[in-house]
């Protein structure tokens, strides 16, 4: 069965801190890879997509990915209390999307 | 990207009855999804609706229960039948589009089952 796993949190930091945000994924087939924001009682907000190895840096937001370690992780700089919310990895495998379970961020003011 | 809207945004039945879910897209795309989200709790597939053929059903999940349609590439249905109070959920359609393949999520129907 594929998986793709998260610390649930909740992970807290301070306002300005950098967040770091990890995912590990069991299938190597994994294609593509995604970061979701979701705010309490919204829908998936789509952050970024990494497929190449290495970093992919969207304003405050960098992805990292690692393939041979099977990890996916997202940063946020200068972290700000708007970023609190639960933030979801995806993996694409052909017509196929699995997530993860979430990990809850709470940025302190 | 994909703009997805979704009808109705909330609603709040009764136990036994079935209440019909729409899911409309700006542009064609031919695989759709169905979640459910229970508060605090991840993503759970429903099923995959795409058009032309018959949907797929998660585990635990069965069609009489969770009927769907999909006439059109733009536009599906998600019906849940003689509800129960544990059907209180959050239900969300996503599409597929753009490079790589990417999921994009509707503003979800919030449904609360009495």
């Known amino acids: 069965q594929k998986e793709v796993e998260q610390n649930s949190g909740p992970l807290s930091v301070p306002e300005g801190a950098i967040a770091s945000l990890n995912c590990t994924y069991s299938?190597?087939?994994?294609?593509?890879f995604f970061w979701y924001r979701q705010y309490s009682g919204k829908s998936p907000e789509l952050i970024m997509f990494?497929?190449?190895?290495g970093d992919k840096e969207d304003g405050r937001f960098t992805a990292q990915l690692n393939k041979a370690s099977q990890y996916v992780s997202l940063l946020i700089r200068d972290s700000q209390p708007s970023d609190s919310a639960t933030y979801l990895c995806?993996?694409?495998?052909?017509?196929?999307?699995?997530f993860g379970t979430g990990t809850s961020l709470t940025v302190i003011p | 990207s994909a703009v997805i809207s979704q009808k109705p945004s909330r609603d709040i039945c009764q136990r036994g009855t079935s209440l019909t879910i729409q899911c409309q897209v700006d542009?064609?795309?031919?695989?759709m999804f169905w979640y459910r989200q229970q508060p605090g709790q991840s993503l759970t597939l429903i099923a995959t609706?795409?058009?032309?053929?018959?949907?797929?059903?998660e585990s635990g999940f069965v069609i009489d229960k969770f009927p769907i349609s999909r006439p059109n590439l733009t536009f599906s249905t998600l019906t849940v039948s003689n509800m129960s109070p544990e059907d209180s959920s959050i239900y969300l359609c996503?599409?597929?589009?753009?490079?790589?393949?990417?999921?994009?999520f509707g503003p979800g129907t919030r449904l609360t089952v009495l």
């Open positions: 542009s064609q795309v031919t695989m």
């Open positions: 990494i497929y190449s190895n």
């Open positions: 995806a993996v694409n495998e052909g017509n196929q999307f699995y």
């Open positions: 299938d190597r087939g994994s294609q593509s």
């Open positions: 996503s599409v597929v589009a753009g490079a790589p393949d990417t999921q994009y």
């Open positions: 609706a795409n058009q032309g053929s018959e949907a797929t059903y």
